[in-house]
């Protein structure tokens, strides 16, 4: 035990660099190992000593926690007390009473459950819930908010769903909502949370349990059937839709096809939802039946994603007027996001409407993203930073480096507890002024936590440093390697600024790794192809290795797409025939391509690379450049070369 402890140690120490070892790290790790295990002697054993260890709390949260978890165990209330108050303000504190408010509602005790609820800083939804079903002080506010999630909140904890039963059998919500409801979560693919909806009806008024699964899990052989063809009643006529919307998900035209074959045994309000859903599903695959469909669904309820896409479809249409139409018909709050201020700008401008178009442009001219930057240009202004903000000082250092939950953030990232030291960061930076902000990103970049610097420093609201949020960590690499495969500089670090935030030991949900996130199959493919001999999975964290595996696989990405930034761009983060078969017979803007991406992941990160870029071209080389411009025309053939068989 106690060698791979120390293997551990000494790895983790090679890997952070700039964050020192602690004395007392091998009893922290020991007692990790312990609590992971379940093995409650062996951390009481550990716990029994207490040291100044920046992470000793954590020892009694382990025992705690455990003991909260365990419903045979006698709770030590006062011993949780005493913690509480001991780490009264801490991250560690709130997750502790989270569980312990959790054990009290599934125990009944709503009096201390309350006492306890109003000290918690950000319930979740579940507790939010709970606090619905005690009853206290906090439960009219709590059911106020629930009640205005009835179509958005798809995904509902058990105490949601107790609610929301409850709030449907005392006539808040009618019959009608639960169809309505139900049609979301069909829509949202969320088949278990929509047969429970449905379960809130009347026995009389909900279709029968073996009719309801068929169209939800073979949507094919039920629209074959006699039920799905002359619907029965509304049971019959929403099965039937439910079907259509489940096969749309994954067959636009199929669907239609399959539709079109029994719609005349359906009510015109009912032809006009299938409409929509069947246009907004066209839309998403980039089909062109997809304006003409949302046309008939005219008049018809529609989810804010799916009027997004009515927007986006008119775009990829080059129609103007629909697209002016599209974004007429969204509601206000929709309406005046940055996108579709802009896009209703660029509408009213092709109709003539060059003042009002102006006015759009103006609201977010300027800002340091996306559309602020386009809105800019469209307004014939170049990128202008705001001042800059005075450097931190010496006594602000002090009270970063003085902070608890800094102090733990640095020794959990230490231990590789990074999720973690992320959570201990962000409850820092929770409510923080600009200068503390300030000072914890230039502490941050200090000892080489460039992602924590650049999460600080974003969050600065009226005094800025865009050095701090847009850092250049390892230039010389970078540039070096950049220079060797011709590519634009500041548009790598834009994209390894989005992929890694310049971590290292960065590593994705699906495996991507190191500083520009390579995949393992994609950094041993690209190292067979570049010719590099005895590839060694350890270069995918290596920084020298992986931006080399990294800057190699952007360069094949930029040959292999007709060297089109936006497209390759797309490329990177959701593979090169993707992003091929997102583009159109004809040219369109690169704006357009990046807004009419399908993957939501993909099209937000395309508009931040992209955005990275100019902001990375202005701080790197005092020079401002032009977002449309280098966005540029997206096009199908210039230049490409064909995908490799074998290709990740």
């Known amino acids: 035990m106690k060698f791979r402890l120390c293997a551990a140690l000494a790895a983790l120490l090679w890997l952070t660099g700039p964050v020192r070892a602690d004395s007392g790290d091998e009893r922290i790790l020991a007692a990790r190992d312990a609590a ?65 408010l959790k054990r009290l509602a599934r125990e009944g005790n709503w009096p201390q459950f309350e006492a306890e609820y109003l000290m918690l800083a950000q319930p979740d939804q579940d507790l939010q819930c709970n606090a619905i079903i005690g009853g206290g002080a906090a439960a009219i506010d709590a059911q ?60 009389e008024q909900a279709p029968s349990t073996a009719a309801l699964t068929l169209a939800l899990e073979n949507p094919v052989r039920y629209l074959a059937t006699a039920a799905a063809q002359s619907p029965a009643g509304r049971p019959g006529r929403e099965l039937g839709m439910a079907a259509v919307t489940r096969l749309a998900r994954n067959d636009a035209r199929d669907a239609l096809a399959r539709w079109r074959n029994i719609d005349s045994a359906y009510r015109d309000e009912d032809r006009a939802y299938v409409a929509g859903q069947l246009g907004w599903m066209a839309a998403v695959a980039q089909l062109g039946e997809a304006l003409p469909l949302y046309t008939q669904a005219k008049g018809v309820a529609m989810s804010d994603e799916q009027r997004a896409w009515y927007a986006r479809a008119a775009l990829r249409a080059g129609d103007w007027a629909a697209v002016r139409l599209a974004i007429e018909a969204m509601p206000q709050a929709l309406r005046e ?9 660029r509408a009213l401008s092709q109709s003539g409407r060059a003042q009002d178009a102006r006015n759009l442009f103006s609201r977010y001219a300027g800002q340091p993203n996306f559309y602020g930057i386009l809105s800019a240009e469209a307004l014939g202004q170049n990128l202008r930073w705001p001042s800059t903000a005075a450097p931190a000082s010496a006594q602000e250092l002090a009270r970063v480096r003085a902070n608890a939950s800094i102090r733990r953030a640095e020794a959990l990232l230490r231990l590789d507890m990074r999720t973690e030291s992320v959570r201990e960061w962000n409850w820092a930076m929770r409510g923080a002024d600009d200068r503390f902000l300030l000072a914890s990103a230039e502490y941050a970049r200090r000892i080489g936590l460039y992602d924590r610097a650049i999460n600080a420093a974003d969050r600065t609201r009226d005094q800025h440093d865009y050095a701090l949020r847009y ?21 790598v670090y834009g994209l390894v600024r989005q992929e890694s935030r310049f971590l290292p030991v960065a590593r994705s949900g699906p495996g991507a790794q190191g500083l520009m996130q390579v995949m393992p199959a994609t950094g041993r493919w690209i190292a067979k192809r570049e010719g590099w001999r005895d590839y060694d999975s350890s270069w995918l964290t290596q920084i020298e290795t992986n931006v080399q595996l990294g800057c190699a696989y952007l360069r094949h990405v930029m040959d292999t797409l007709g060297n089109q930034m936006v497209v390759a761009s797309a490329a990177y983060n959701a593979g090169p025939g993707r992003a091929r078969r997102w583009r159109d017979s004809r040219p369109m803007e690169g704006a357009i391509y990046a807004e009419t991406i399908p993957i939501p992941e993909t099209r937000d990160y395309v508009k931040k690379v992209m955005a990275n870029s100019v902001l990375y071209e202005t701080l790197l080389s005092g020079r401002s450049t032009s977002l449309i411009k280098r966005l540029g025309k997206v096009i199908t053939s210039s230049g490409e070369i064909a995908l490799s068989p074998d290709e990740p």
């Open 471 to 491: 850092l250049a960590p390892y230039y010389d690499t970078f540039a070096r390697q950049a220079n060797e495969r011709d590519l634009n500089l500041s548009w």
């Open 337 to 345: 996001q940055p996108e579709w201020s802009y896009w209703f700008g």
């Open 144 to 203: 106020r908010a629930l009640e205005a999630q009835w179509l958005t909140l798809v995904d509902t904890p058990d105490s949601c769903a107790q609610v929301f039963r409850t709030l449907v059998s005392n006539g808040r919500f009618s019959t009608e909502d639960v169809w309505q409801r139900f049609r979301r979560q069909v829509e949202a693919k969320r088949h278990t949370g929509a047969r429970q909806t449905l379960g809130w009806l009347p026995d």
């Open 36 to 100: 992971s295990r379940g093995d409650t002697q062996r951390l009481s054993a550990l716990a029994s000593t207490t040291t100044d260890h920046a992470l000793e709390p954590y020892l009694q949260y382990w025992i705690l926690s455990a003991r909260v978890a365990r419903t045979s165990d006698a709770v030590p209330v006062d011993t949780i007390n005493d913690f509480l108050q001991r780490n009264n303000n801490s991250w560690l504190a709130e997750k502790l009473r989270q569980e312990w």
